[in-house]
């Protein structure tokens, strides 16, 4: 069992920047992020693998959106930079990939066994 917790979410203005960490109770391999709008379903934000190699994002946040980890650390991440009113969300980091790390599976919810709370960031207009 591995427990992850995030941190950083808060209000900030469009064009602003936030950085959100995730921290894990144990060594982890591939992260992800994925949000959740109100009304909305979860969605993938941006994945890494386990030595920080190979990176996917949601094509709405390339360019503005950097997932980094700290393995000595146990910590992942995600460095939003010019940031939108759409970005608004519940941010969670995800852990325990149950497939192999290509986008086609990395992008489900399901695929993903450990979940962190949650983190809330609001964009303002």
């Known amino acids: 069992q591995v427990q992850l917790v995030e941190s950083g979410g808060g209000l900030v203005q469009a064009g602003g920047s936030l950085r959100l960490s995730c921290a894990a109770s144990a060594r982890t391999y591939a992260m992800a992020w994925f949000r959740q709008a109100p009304g909305k379903e979860r969605e993938f934000v941006g994945a890494?693998?386990?030595?920080?190699?190979?990176?996917y994002y949601l094509d709405s946040v390339k360019g503005r959106f950097t997932i980094s980890r700290d393995n000595a650390k146990n910590t992942v991440y995600l460095q939003m930079n010019s940031l939108k009113p759409e970005d608004t969300a519940v941010y969670y980091c995800?852990?325990?990939?149950?497939?192999?790390?290509?986008?086609?599976?990395?992008?489900?919810?399901?695929?993903?066994?450990?979940w962190g709370q949650g983190t809330q960031v609001t964009v303002s207009a």
């Open positions: 890494i693998s386990t030595n920080g190699g190979i990176l």
């Open positions: 995800a852990a325990g990939l149950a497939g192999t790390f290509v986008r086609a599976v990395i992008v489900t919810p399901t695929t993903w066994t450990y």
